[in-house]
C-alpha cells in the first residue's frame, strides 16, 4: 500500500508535468503528444480514483493540495476527455471532491467549482451563435444533433484524407493532417466505403490512362499504398472481392488479370517486409483453398532453380487438379475460385508456357493440364482434354519459337512481351487461346 | 391514455422549472424523485417508440405545448420539444439540474451521486444514465477536435459538415411537422424565418435542397420510425420558397452564384422564378456613356458583375436548365431591340460578355473555336 502510495506521488508529478506542458492542446506537437499518451493517464486517473474514493474531501485535499488543478488542466483537453473512459473516471475523481455538508466559504467555493467544471465538460460547445440559435430554434439539443454532426464531420474529413492521399500532393487548401500507414489502415478497417473508394479510385486511375505498360500499373497500386494496407486479411479480403467482381463483370478482361497479378506481386513484397506480428495464417487471405496449395503458389518463380520448376509446376497442376475436380469440396466455390487463385500469381502461368516451348521432350500431361486450366477455366473435362491435344499439336509443330515474356511479366504471351497494354482490347478481352497458337 | 398525456405534461412542466431558482426549495429526496419520473418517461419511449398512434398522439401534446411556450425559434425550449427528446429527457433534466446554481449542497450531492455512481453497475437504468452522460461528454470532446482542430468551412457549402447538420435537422423537424398538419410546414417555415439569423436560414434551405436521397439505411441510429425522405422536405421547402416572394429574393441575393445553379437544377420549379428575378433586376441597370459600363440605379441594385456571375454559372449547368437561361436573354434581348451593339441593352451586352468568357475558355482548353449555343 505504502508503496502504490510513492507512485501514486510519482506519477502524479509527472502527469501534472505533462497536462501544464499540453494545456489545451492548440498545437500539432501538443495534440500529438497528448494522443501518445492519452491511455497511461487514463490509467494513471484509475488509479487516482482507487485512491480518492476512500477519502473524504477533505483528506483528499489534504493529500493531494492540487489535485483540483490537474483535473481541471485534464478537463481542459479535449483530447483526453474525448478518449475512452477518461471523461467518465475525470468526473468521478471530481466527484470525490465535493463536500456534502461545507463548513466554511473555502468549501462552498470549491463545491462551486467543481460543479463548474463539470458543467464544462457536458455543456454545450460554443458554436457561432447562428449555428447555435438555429439548432435552438428549431428545438434541438446537442445531445440531439451531436451524433449527426460527428458523422458528417468525420466523413468529410476521410474523404478529404482519401484525396490527398491519393493526390500524392499538398493541397494548398487547408492544414493538412497527414496519417502515417497504421491510422489509415485503421480508417479502412473501421470504414468499409472509404476503403471501397480507394479501390473504385485505383479502377479509375487504370482505365483513364489511354496506355497502361506494366511498369504505369505498378506504380498506381503501389501509390494507393493498398498492397501494404492488404497485409491485414480483412482489407485483403474485400480488395480480393472487388478484384473478384471486376473480372467477373468484363468477363476475364486480360487488363483486370495484369492488376490482379502486379498488385499480388506489391502484395507479396509489402507482406515480407510487414513486421512478424502482421503474419496472419495463409488461410485468413485464401480462405476457399489448402494451405499447401496457397503456400506453393505464394512462392516466387524467381527462387526456383530451373531444374526444379517441372517439379514444382506438376505439383501445383496436381493440387489445383483436386481442388478443382474433386466435386465433395462443396465450400471452396468450384473450379472458379481455384483458377481465381492462380491467376493470381502469371509468373507460374508464364512458366508452364516456357517449359512447354523449350522443352523437346514429350509435354507432361500435368503442364498442359495447367495451361488449358488457365485458359479455359470453365471447360468440362472433354473440352480440355481437347484444348491440351491442341496444344501438344502445336508445340510439336513449333517447338523451335522463341520462349515469350520477360522474367517477371505476369501478363502472359505477346501482351508480355512488348509490355503494353491498350486500353480497350475486345480481341483480347478472354483469356482463351494464346497467340502462339 | 389521459394519464399517460398527464405525466408528460407535468414532466414538462417540471423539466422548465429545472432551469429556474425555484430548485432551491429541492432537497435530496426531490431530485430523486425527479430522477426517477424522468427514467419512467424514458421507458415510455422505449416502450411506445414504434406504436403508431400512441406515439403521434404524444407527438401531438408536446408541439401544441411547444408552441403554446412561444417555441419556434424562440430560444431553448423550456420543456419537452418532441417524442425523441423523450428518449433522452433524464439527460435533459439531468444537465439542467447540474448547471442550475440555486440548487442546494445537500440537494447537489444527491444529484452527482445519483448521476455519477462510479464504477460497477447497481441497476441498470442508473448505468445507462451515467454512461449517456459519459458518451456525451466524449461527443463534446469529440466534436470540439474536429471543429477547432483543423476544420475550415468549406467552400462548397452543401459539403460542409455544420450545414450539413443542420440541413438534415431542419428536414427531419419539417417531417415531424408535416405529420402533424398538412400547412403547418409552410407556417413553421415562417415563423422559423421571422426568428432565425436569416443569411444562416437561407444557406441551411439550399443545402437542404441539395442533399442527396435517402436510401434506407439499417444501421440508422436514430429512431427507425422516422423515415428520413429529404424528397418530402424539399418539396415542402421549394413550395414555401415559391409562395414567398420576399423570402426567394433574398434567397437569390445572398446566395452564391454556384450554389444557386446547383439548387436550380435540382429543383426545376424554382427556375422560372428565379430567371425573372434575374430579369427584373436587370433591368434596373442603366447605361453610363461616360464610364462605359452598366450601373445599379440605387445603391441595393445587383450590379453587373453579380449579374453576369450569375447567369455565367447558369449557362455552366447542365440543359435543360442552359438553354431555358439562354433562351430567356434571347428573348430579352429581342424585346430590348435585337441590338447587336454594345451599350444600348443589358440583355445584348451579357450575351456577348458570355459568348466571348466562353470562348476565351475554349481556347485555354484547346477546343476548338466553334460555338455551338453560346
Redesign the interface.
Same mark, same amino acid.
Given at each position: 500500500m505504502a508503496q502504490d502510495s510513492v507512485d501514486l506521488s510519482c506519477d502524479y508529478q509527472f502527469w501534472m508535468q505533462k497536462l501544464s506542458v499540453w494545456d489545451q492542446a492548440s498545437t500539432l506537437e501538443t495534440q500529438q503528444d497528448t494522443c501518445l499518451h492519452v491511455a497511461q493517464f487514463q490509467e494513471f486517473l484509475r488509479k487516482m480514483y482507487e485512491a480518492l474514493k476512500e477519502m473524504d474531501s477533505n483528506t483528499v485535499i489534504e493529500r493531494f493540495p492540487t489535485i483540483g488543478q490537474l483535473l481541471a488542466k485534464a478537463c481542459w483537453n479535449p483530447f483526453i476527455l474525448a478518449y475512452d473512459e477518461s471523461q467518465k473516471i475525470l468526473i468521478w475523481c471530481l466527484c470525490c471532491l465535493i463536500n456534502k455538508e461545507p463548513q466554511n466559504s473555502g468549501q462552498s467555493k470549491l463545491n462551486s467549482w467543481i460543479q463548474g467544471v463539470l458543467s464544462h465538460i457536458l455543456s454545450a460547445l460554443r458554436f457561432d451563435k447562428e449555428v447555435a440559435l438555429f439548432t435552438q430554434g428549431l428545438g434541438y439539443a446537442p445531445i440531439d444533433y451531436y451524433p449527426g454532426l460527428l458523422k458528417n464531420m468525420v466523413l468529410s474529413l476521410a474523404s478529404e484524407l482519401r484525396e490527398n492521399h491519393l493526390n500524392g500532393f499538398n493541397t494548398q487548401r487547408r492544414k493538412k493532417i497527414s496519417l502515417p500507414m497504421s491510422a489509415v489502415v485503421c480508417l479502412w478497417l473501421r470504414h468499409l466505403p472509404s476503403l471501397e473508394k480507394a479501390m473504385l479510385h485505383l479502377f479509375e486511375k487504370l482505365i483513364s490512362s489511354e496506355r497502361n505498360c506494366l511498369r504505369r500499373i505498378e506504380c498506381f497500386i503501389k501509390d494507393s499504398s493498398l498492397p501494404q494496407a492488404a497485409c491485414h486479411p480483412a482489407i485483403f479480403r474485400v480488395v480480393d472481392e472487388m478484384f473478384r467482381c471486376a473480372l467477373l463483370e468484363t468477363d476475364g478482361a486480360l487488363e483486370i488479370i495484369a492488376t490482379i497479378q502486379v498488385f499480388t506481386q506489391c502484395f507479396v513484397e509489402a507482406l515480407e517486409k510487414a513486421s512478424k506480428q502482421l503474419r496472419f495464417a495463409l488461410k485468413t487471405y485464401f480462405p476457399y483453398t489448402s494451405p499447401s496449395l496457397a503456400m506453393v503458389l505464394l512462392q516466387d518463380p524467381q527462387d526456383i532453380p530451373r531444374g526444379h520448376w517441372l517439379q514444382t509446376l506438376k505439383h501445383i497442376s496436381e493440387l489445383l487438379r483436386e481442388a478443382v475436380e474433386d466435386q465433395t469440396h462443396g465450400s471452396c466455390g468450384g473450379p472458379f475460385e481455384s483458377w481465381f487463385l492462380f491467376i493470381h500469381f502469371g509468373g507460374w502461368a508464364e512458366m508452364v508456357a516456357e517449359q512447354l516451348l523449350m522443352s523437346a521432350a514429350e509435354p507432361p500431361t500435368a503442364l498442359l493440364w495447367l495451361l488449358a486450366f488457365y485458359y479455359g477455366p470453365r471447360d468440362g473435362r472433354q473440352q480440355r482434354a481437347q484444348t491440351m491435344m491442341a496444344y501438344v499439336m502445336a508445340t510439336c509443330r513449333h517447338g523451335d519459337l522463341q520462349p515469350c515474356g520477360q522474367r517477371r511479366s505476369p501478363v502472359p504471351t505477346e501482351v508480355a512481351r512488348d509490355e503494353t497494354l491498350p486500353a480497350h482490347s475486345p480481341a483480347k478481352r478472354r483469356p482463351f487461346f494464346p497467340k502462339v497458337i | 391514455m389521459e394519464s399517460l398525456l398527464q405525466h408528460l405534461d407535468r414532466f414538462s412542466e417540471l423539466l422548465a422549472v429545472s432551469s429556474t431558482t425555484y430548485v432551491s426549495t429541492w432537497d435530496p429526496a426531490t431530485v430523486r424523485r425527479a430522477l426517477q419520473w424522468a427514467r419512467y418517461l424514458r421507458h415510455i419511449h422505449r416502450r411506445f417508440g414504434r406504436h403508431g398512434p400512441i406515439r403521434t398522439a404524444l407527438e401531438r401534446r408536446l408541439h401544441n405545448q411547444?408552441r403554446q411556450e412561444g417555441?419556434?425559434?424562440?430560444?431553448? +425550449?423550456p420543456g419537452l420539444?418532441?417524442f425523441?427528446?423523450l428518449g @433522452?429527457c433524464d +439527460?435533459?433534466l439531468s444537465?439542467r439540474l447540474? %448547471?442550475n446554481?440555486a440548487l442546494g449542497?445537500?440537494a &447537489?450531492?444527491h444529484l452527482?451521486?445519483q448521476l455519477?455512481p462510479?464504477?460497477g453497475v447497481r441497476d441498470a437504468d442508473e448505468e445507462t444514465l451515467?454512461e449517456s452522460?459519459?458518451r456525451?461528454? &466524449?461527443?463534446?470532446?469529440? +466534436? @470540439?477536435?474536429?471543429?477547432?482542430?483543423?476544420?475550415?468551412e468549406?467552400p462548397n457549402l452543401q459539403?460542409?459538415?455544420?450545414m450539413?447538420?443542420?440541413a %438534415?435537422?431542419?428536414l427531419e423537424?419539417l417531417q415531424e411537422v408535416g405529420k402533424a398538419e398538412a400547412e403547418r410546414p409552410a407556417r413553421f417555415l415562417s415563423s422559423?424565418w421571422e426568428?432565425?439569423?436569416q443569411?444562416?436560414?437561407l444557406k +441551411?434551405i439550399a443545402v437542404a435542397l441539395l442533399q442527396p436521397p435517402l436510401s434506407r439505411r439499417p444501421q440508422e %441510429?436514430?429512431e427507425p420510425g422516422i423515415h428520413k425522405s429529404p424528397g418530402e422536405g424539399s418539396q415542402v421547402l421549394v413550395h414555401w420558397l415559391l409562395g414567398n416572394s420576399e423570402v426567394f429574393a433574398a434567397f437569390c441575393r445572398a446566395l452564391p452564384a454556384g450554389l444557386l445553379t446547383l439548387v436550380t437544377s435540382r429543383h426545376p420549379a424554382l427556375s422560372p422564378v428565379y430567371l425573372g428575378l434575374l430579369t427584373d433586376w436587370g433591368q434596373r441597370l442603366h447605361y453610363d456613356l461616360q464610364k462605359g459600363i452598366w450601373v445599379e440605379t440605387e445603391s441595393q441594385d445587383v450590379p453587373w458583375e453579380e449579374l453576369h456571375n450569375r447567369f455565367q454559372s447558369l449557362c455552366q449547368a447542365p440543359p435543360p436548365l442552359k438553354d431555358k437561361v439562354l433562351t430567356a436573354l434571347e428573348t430579352c434581348k429581342a424585346q430590348d431591340g435585337d441590338f447587336e451593339v454594345p451599350g444600348l441593352s443589358i440583355w445584348t451586352d451579357l450575351l456577348l460578355a458570355l459568348r466571348s468568357g466562353a470562348f476565351r475558355k475554349r481556347q485555354v482548353l484547346g477546343l476548338s473555336a466553334g460555338l455551338s449555343s453560346v
Open positions: - | 411547444w417555441g419556434f425559434g424562440r430560444g431553448p +425550449v420539444a418532441n425523441q427528446a @433522452h +439527460v435533459l444537465l447540474l %448547471e446554481r449542497d445537500a &447537489r450531492y452527482v451521486q455519477f462510479g464504477p451515467q452522460l459519459a456525451l461528454a &466524449r461527443r463534446r470532446s469529440a +466534436v @470540439h477536435m474536429l471543429r477547432f482542430n483543423g476544420y475550415r468549406n459539403e460542409d459538415s455544420l450539413k447538420t443542420q %438534415e435537422l431542419l423537424r422559423l426568428r432565425l439569423p443569411n444562416n436560414f +441551411v %441510429e436514430l
